[in-house]
């Protein structure tokens, strides 16, 4: 609800603004009817005389009200807010009130003063300036009803009643006439009045609303940051166990392959077969925990997307290596077909992960021998596809299929929670594309991407200079820096990358990586090749890994590096992508951080 006071207030300030021009307009009008009513020939001094005394005070009474509104507008300015309380606004609207009073006086004065029974001419003259000034006050005066009332009747009824008293038919009737008028006037007076105090409550409650609507706002996007601040926070601690579990799971079952190479007793049979399942079950879980947190930031709209040039191949090769080892624990073949000469423009990180999932599903689902991931130029547009020979899908189960948690019934046997393929929709949507699927029962299925081809080919990433050892060689001379606060993550990393043949020296804390920077010098026995760090360190004095990876490589220019992260912030995850460094997402099957950490020890040393 409006409150009243507000609603009095408007009113009593718009009656005020409005007067000046009603006041002028009274105190013409004035001179007007003390020059017309004079009496012709100057044949009554003391008439006359009388008439320019009504105008005088007329005049006294208009100045004395320019003074009133005078005095209004200066409480208001000094007011607080430059707002009245209720009773100073109707003691400035009883105030108006009475002057209006006093005015209509000060013309009902007039119709009796000047009425003339026989002269008709100047007493017509005088009936249509009363209703002309009663008219006239509509406007300004009904926007507070009884300024309105207080001046109509004075100024009108005294001029009726005398035409009425005369006597004679037409003056009569002339009187009822005034008198309609007058009625009609207030009548209408009073609808216009309703109307604008509507006006008013509804302005009031349209500002109101626009406030509700501003905090409602304001109080969703500090939900939304909150949620977006959690949404990082659990995001990354999750996936941090989720991570070196992955990595312990994959290292234990390589250690006991190793360990009983060739032994057939039961206990390492099992042992063997108990480590795969758990590798498989990490794998699931993390899986599902990936799937769940990414349909999360994107549904809150936490996934930065910034467009840049990348070479197609490049990208299907990169998928193809990720999930060489699933297809092959599947007997799936993958093969690329892509020119090396196609580049588009997209976000680089969305892309590769709608080419991952659809891969990843077609692996999964497929029950031919190969999948097939290719590129073709087709209308100006790269189409980045994957085809596979799977059992197809029908064309009532392809319009569910995009949406989060549908499975359909031939795949209940696989896991997963059905999110693979809403990702990929919400990805290619917030890319302005759309993902195209051709499918029928037992044709198999093809999966596409439409996107703008880039004109301008970028050089192809240089090799290793010669002389300089390969990641498949023993890597003599070579050494890794691995840095993670997370004590779990930081003992499954380091056991990767000495599973790649590097020498490995780890560090908990970015403390503690300076320190032993600052220490080795100029020893270029000491000197590393590759440092694979975590963005997040625990720091207290701020310093994360990309702000170690600057402080290593001032020391160090030529110094590879490999950021493994969990990170979903949209504005870290722009700073990542904005530094040229590769990255790798926690959680990550081994076999695909060692892939990156292969393209990472394959490419230039860093300028």
């Given amino acids: ?50 008439l320019w005394s009504w105008l005088a005070v007329v005049a006294l009474l208009t100045a004395s009200r320019f003074a009133m509104v005078r005095r209004f507008f200066k409480k208001v300015r000094t007011a607080p807010n430059q707002r009245m309380d209720d009773a100073r606004a109707r003691s400035a609207a009883h105030a108006f009130a009475t002057s209006s009073f006093m005015s ?26 009363l209703g002309g000034m009663v008219s006239g006050a509509l406007g300004s005066l009904s926007v507070y009803y009884p300024a309105f009332v207080a001046y109509a009747i004075p100024s009108v009824l005294p001029f ?22 007058m009625l009609v006037c207030l009548g209408y007076g009073r609808g216009l009045n309703r109307s604008l105090r509507n006006s008013i409550e ?37 996936r941090q166990p989720a991570y070196a579990a992955s990595l312990f799971a994959a290292g234990l079952k390589t250690t006991l392959a190793r360990a009983f190479t060739g032994s057939e007793q039961p206990a390492a049979v099992q042992a063997q077969r108990m480590a795969g399942q758990l590798e498989a079950s990490v794998m699931a879980f993390n899986g599902l925990l990936e799937g769940l947190l990414d349909l999360a ?9 910034a467009a840049s040039p990348l070479r197609v191949s490049a990208l299907l090769d990169a998928v193809a290596s990720t999930l060489a080892a699933t297809a092959a624990q599947r007997h799936v073949r993958l093969r ?33 021998s190969s999948v097939l991931l290719f590129a073709r130029l087709q209308s100006g547009r790269v189409h980045l596809g994957v085809a596979d020979s799977g059992p197809g899908i029908s064309e009532a189960d392809q319009q569910r299929l995009f949406n989060a948690f549908v499975r359909l019934p031939q795949n209940r046997d696989q896991a997963g929670l059905g999110l693979g393929l809403a990702i990929v929709k919400r990805l290619a949507a917030q890319m302005d594309a759309q993902v195209a699927l051709k499918s029928a029962p037992g044709r198999g299925s093809l999966f596409s991407i439409a996107l703008p081809r880039h004109a301008g080919a970028r050089p192809v990433p240089q090799t290793l200079a010669a002389g300089e050892a390969s990641p498949g060689a023993a890597f003599s001379g070579w050494q890794a820096l691995v840095l993670d606060d997370d004590p779990m993550a930081l003992a499954a990393t380091t056991q990767v990358v000495r599973d790649l ?51 290593f490589r001032q020391r160090l220019p030529g110094l590879r590096a ?20 590769a990255v790798v997402r926690k959680p990550c099957q081994p076999q695909a951080l060692q892939a990156a950490l292969r393209d990472v020890l394959s490419s230039a040393p860093s300028a």
Avoid at 119 to 129: D, E, I, Q, W
Avoid at 353 to 367: C, D, P, Q, Y
Avoid at 505 to 534: C, I, K, M, N
């Fill in 104 to 129: 209509g006086c000060l013309w009902g004065i007039l119709g009796l003063m000047a009425f003339d029974a026989h002269a008709y001419v100047p007493t017509l003259f005088l009936g249509f300036l």
């Fill in 501 to 551: 043949g590097l020498p490995v020296q780890p560090f908990d804390s970015a403390e503690a990586a300076l320190a032993w920077l600052a220490q080795a010098g100029s020893d270029a026995s000491r000197q590393p090749h590759l440092l694979v760090t975590d963005l997040h360190l625990g720091d207290t004095e701020g310093r994360d890994g990309l702000l170690v990876l600057a402080a």
């Fill in 336 to 368: 690329v077909l892509a020119r090396p000469d196609l580049w588009v423009s997209a976000p680089p990180d969305a892309l590769q992960r709608i080419v991952l999932n659809l891969t990843s599903n077609a692996i999964k689902f497929t029950t031919g």
């Fill in 1 to 50: 609800m409006t409150p009243s006071h507000s609603v009095l207030f408007e009113q009593v300030q718009t009656l005020y603004r409005q007067s000046g021009t009603t006041f002028i307009g009274t105190l013409l009008a004035g001179a007007v009817a003390a020059i017309v009513l004079q009496p012709s020939g100057h044949t009554d001094p003391a008439a006359s005389q009388l």
């Fill in 160 to 181: 009726a009643v005398r035409c009425i008293g005369e006597g004679q038919r037409e003056f009569a009737g002339f009187g009822l006439l005034t008198l309609v008028f």
């Fill in 562 to 581: 490999l950021v493994v992260t969990g990170e979903t912030a949209p504005a870290q995850l722009q700073r990542i992508a904005g530094s040229g460094v």
């Fill in 202 to 238: 509804l302005r009031f409650e349209n500002a109101q609303l626009v406030r509700d609507l501003a905090a409602a706002r304001d109080r969703a996007e500090l939900a939304s940051a909150d949620k977006t601040a959690l949404l990082a926070a659990a995001t990354h601690d999750l």
């Fill in 297 to 305: 930031q994107l549904d809150a709209g936490a996934t930065p997307l």
